[in-house]
């Protein structure tokens, strides 16, 4: 099965929501996080292991640990009102420090690829499987409202590819 999402008929909120309660293990490849992203589907992945690989353009004048330290802090001043938010940077720290979730940042140059995929039981002995790819970050807007475009594929085959890519980026 192949489906189109771009947050305008069915958000990615939603289709992951859908999918990862069915799978044992996720695979995460975003540009950009932020903690509302997360907040999104932070229920589904509770119990899931978790392999996030996050990339964002190196700015040469600024650490990234600094530039993602700079940027927690702005969202921190835009929600300072807001409890909710609070605690979600608490959920999403508890949940990031776990064993079973690893996260990795690529270093190497300007790395831009989204994918979306889990298996059942892990994604080297696939018995239920997802993929999706596309432009969606794991942001908030990525996930809900900004017009994006990528497809779900089922399909062993398509998982399998896209599990080797990942790999291969990891």
Do not use: C
Request: hydrophobic content about 40%; proline content about 2%; aromatic content about 10%.
């Amino acid at each position: 099965m192949t489906r189109i999402i771009d947050n305008r008929t069915l958000t990615m909120a939603d289709t992951l929501s859908q999918e990862i309660p069915l799978i044992n293990d996720v695979a995460i490849a975003s540009a950009y996080f932020n903690v509302r992203g997360f907040s999104l589907i932070k229920d589904t992945l509770k119990d899931k292991k978790l392999r996030f690989l996050l990339g964002k353009e190196p700015q040469s004048n600024v650490a990234y640990r600094d530039e993602i330290l700079s940027e927690l802090e702005n969202e921190v001043v835009e929600n300072e009102d807001d409890m909710n938010f609070f605690n979600e940077v608490k959920d999403a720290v508890e949940y990031f420090s776990r064993d079973e979730a690893q996260v990795r940042i690529v270093k190497d140059g300007f790395f831009h690829g989204k994918v979306y995929m889990g298996a059942s039981p892990n994604l080297q002995s696939i018995r239920q499987e997802f993929g999706i790819t596309g432009s969606s970050n794991f942001t908030y807007s990525g996930l809900t409202s900004n017009m994006e475009l990528n497809m779900l594929a089922t399909d062993r085959e398509a998982v399998e590819e896209l599990s080797k890519w990942f790999d291969g980026m990891w």
